[in-house]
């Protein structure tokens, strides 16, 4: 099984940034297509964006789209989320996921990290 541990959550003013890391240990997660959610307080877990196992194709929930990227770098067994021009609805509770069998439905990912908390003021 692999685990993941996510960091780099943290407190931004609106217009900032964040990166987000998410380390996997335990069997290699190369050929894993990996997913970001996202869990505002009293709202449901969202898609927010995905990448195949070799970081060709990679999805967006449309509210993020053109603000966050994703990438992968597989010899550090590493998933990225760059967040750029943050807004007060981002903050969330983000976590990431692997192995889906579909990228946008949180139930198609066989295995979760813990969450990182990301928070931006108005």
């Known amino acids: 099984q692999v685990q993941l541990v996510e960091s780099g959550g943290g407190l931004v003013q609106a217009g900032g940034s964040l990166r987000l890391s998410c380390a996997a240990s335990?069997?290699?997660?190369?050929?894993?297509?990996m997913g970001w959610f996202r869990q505002a307080p009293g709202k449901e877990r969202e898609f927010v964006s995905a990448i195949n196992w070799s970081g060709g194709n990679r999805y967006y929930a449309d509210s993020v789209k053109g603000r966050f990227t994703i990438s992968r770098d597989n010899a550090k067994n590493t998933v990225y989320l760059q967040m750029e021009s943050l807004k007060p609805e981002d903050t969330a509770v983000y976590y990431c996921?692997?192995?889906?069998?579909?990228?946008?439905?949180?139930?198609?990912?066989?295995?979760w990290g813990q969450g990182t908390q990301v928070t931006v003021s108005s």
């Open positions: 335990g069997r290699t997660f190369s050929r894993d297509a």
């Open positions: 996921a692997g192995a889906p069998r579909g990228y946008y439905d949180d139930s198609n990912y066989d295995y």
